[in-house]
């Protein structure tokens, strides 16, 4: 009886144990959100950055409180970041993308995406194998260092956006914003395609079935999110679940954009791609066959939780940096980590330079108006909006270099250090550049116009007439053109394009099957019944 009391009294300390790191990590992330608040109005500052000072303060407390023993409360998990915190960032991103820019502009979004990618990984293995060898920084193999290559290629545009406004230049925009998202997934299938090849002997057949399994992962993730997001929409436009409760709807949308990341991590597919588009599917299609307070709750509970999600990840990067276990290992040689560290932060400027203004000068080529070519200035800002270095390299970094969590090993622990250190100087340099940057490239275009979009950015957006979302559109994207009533003809006659075939099949195929914008579920006298129908 005594041994049973015993155990169950270590149960409860145990359990008592790991509720004291938790809630103070929610108080930090209550306290990054209020900083946030106070310092929005200022010109450096951001939410990225906020979280990253409070996670090192917070790290410099920990050591001095354990005697130097541990900077962080929670310990870093490769499951944690990618099953918990990234899906609800890559699904949001998705569901609040401006679909009609994103797919005007995606052959240039593709070619940032996936080609300047490849060229960016290529040029920083390369750059990476020809320094550190001569450095003899530890035993890294020939998959390290394509691996770094992929690691250091994962961009993070979450600063640049911060400070874009999606309205006022929604090129620039959807170019930065579609191509974070397609460089990450294609990082990541680079970085598994690279890990799941033997590089010992590497041929003609091995290149092959290297570029024929990155094609196969990209396809079959594309459409597995679309998928997904369509069967969301059928089932809650057959069954209509809000006539009884609109909370089986929100409830229903959440659970089936988990579904589409696991099924994707199931099949050994990019997850990151499938939920994206699975995203876009589920506000092209399902967000419009729910109530309209189910409509009011999905939004803001996606966009909540990303926000917090973010939070989390950069308040736990800035713990993570002082975590002495991984720098005890290099204390031995600070110049040799520094040296390193500035190594790949040149080899980051460089290789996305490399890709940003000639593949720009390609895509310009193939536009026909001056609008939809992209300038010098916005060329700038985009190679600025890649350079910063976040979540997603760190949990790369790890997988490819730790052991259980940290490394006694050499060259995997000043690769680590290494990762850190780049990530924590591109955000805050780099970062706390990016508003006066775009602020001098791009002073603020004063629309006359409202800022009403032509997609249905808030559930309030379907009781607005379809003229003025066109209209609004029209102003916004044609400030760079002298003759705007030339542009109004051209954007109001339809035109033979790919954006006009598949507007036809949509409205006749697909929005009959799936619903979508202009559906609306029969209830008699029910608000959104009376609310929609008075703009039919």
Not at 157 to 165: A, E, K, P
Not at 480 to 493: E, G, H, I, K, Q
């Amino acid at each position: 009886m005594a041994d049973i009391l015993w155990k169950m009294g270590a149960m409860l300390s145990s359990d008592h144990s790991s509720v004291v790191p938790i809630n103070l990590f929610v108080a930090l992330l209550c306290a990054c959100i209020v900083i946030g608040h106070l310092l929005e109005e200022q010109r450096w500052m951001n939410e990225s950055i906020t979280a990253l000072a409070v996670g090192l303060c917070t790290g410099v407390v920990i050591l001095l409180t354990t005697g130097g023993k541990s900077s962080h409360l929670l310990v870093f998990s490769e499951d944690l970041f990618f099953i918990y915190l990234l899906p609800p960032i890559i699904f949001n991103a998705g569901f609040q993308v401006k679909k009609k820019q994103f797919f005007r502009n995606f052959m240039t979004i593709m070619l940032f995406g996936a080609v300047g990618t490849l060229i960016s990984t290529a040029i920083i293995s390369i750059g990476a194998t020809h320094f550190f060898k001569k450095m003899n920084i530890g035993s890294l193999r020939i998959g390290d260092y394509l691996a770094i290559g992929a690691i250091f290629s994962a961009t993070d545009s979450v600063c640049t956006l911060q400070v874009l406004n999606q309205d006022e230049t929604p090129l620039l925009y959807s170019l930065v914003f579609g191509e974070g998202v397609v460089n990450d997934a294609t990082s990541v299938v680079l970085f598994h395609a690279i890990q799941s090849i033997d590089l010992s002997h590497i041929n003609s057949s091995i290149a092959a079935e290297f570029l024929g399994n990155f094609l196969y992962l990209f396809i079959s993730s594309t459409i597995l999110g679309v998928l997904t997001g369509l069967l969301s929409a059928y089932i809650i436009k057959k069954l209509y679940f809000g006539r009884h409760s609109t909370d089986r709807e929100v409830a229903l949308m959440i659970l089936m954009a988990y579904l589409s990341y696991m099924l994707a991590e199931l099949f050994y597919l990019s997850a990151i791609l499938t939920v994206f588009f699975c995203g876009i599917v589920m506000s092209h299609y399902t967000w419009h066959n729910v109530t309209e307070s189910s409509r009011i709750t999905t939004k803001h509970a996606f966009a909540t939780w990303s926000f917090v999600a973010e939070i989390f990840i950069f308040l736990y990067v800035g713990m993570d940096a002082l975590d002495i276990e991984k720098w005890k290992v290099v204390s031995d040689s600070p110049g040799t980590s520094i040296m390193v560290s500035s190594i790949l932060l040149g080899l980051v400027l460089v290789g996305r330079a490399a890709f940003v203004f000639p593949l720009s000068f390609l895509s310009n080529l193939t536009k026909k108006f001056p609008y939809e070519k992209i300038d010098i200035k916005q060329q700038v800002t985009i190679w600025w909006a890649g350079l910063m270095r976040g979540a997603v390299s760190m949990a790369l970094a790890y997988n490819q270099f730790t052991r259980s969590g940290h490394t006694h090993l050499h060259g995997n622990a000043i690769m680590i250090t290494s990762t850190i250190t780049v990530v924590l100087f591109s955000t805050v340099v780099f970062g706390l550049m990016t508003k006066p940057l775009v602020r001098i490239l791009l002073p603020s275009q004063k629309h006359t116009a409202s800022m009403l979009s032509s997609e249905p950015s808030s559930p309030k957006s379907f009781a607005v007439p379809l003229l003025s979302r066109q209209d609004s559109e029209d102003n916004q994207a044609s400030h760079n053109v002298p003759r705007r009533t030339s542009l109004r003809m051209l954007l109001s006659t339809p035109s033979h394009t790919v954006h006009h075939y598949w507007r036809k099949f949509d409205n006749s195929f697909m929005r009959p099957v799936f619903g979508g914008r202009g559906f609306v579920p029969f209830v008699p006298c029910s608000p959104t019944d009376q609310s929609v129908h008075q703009w039919q």
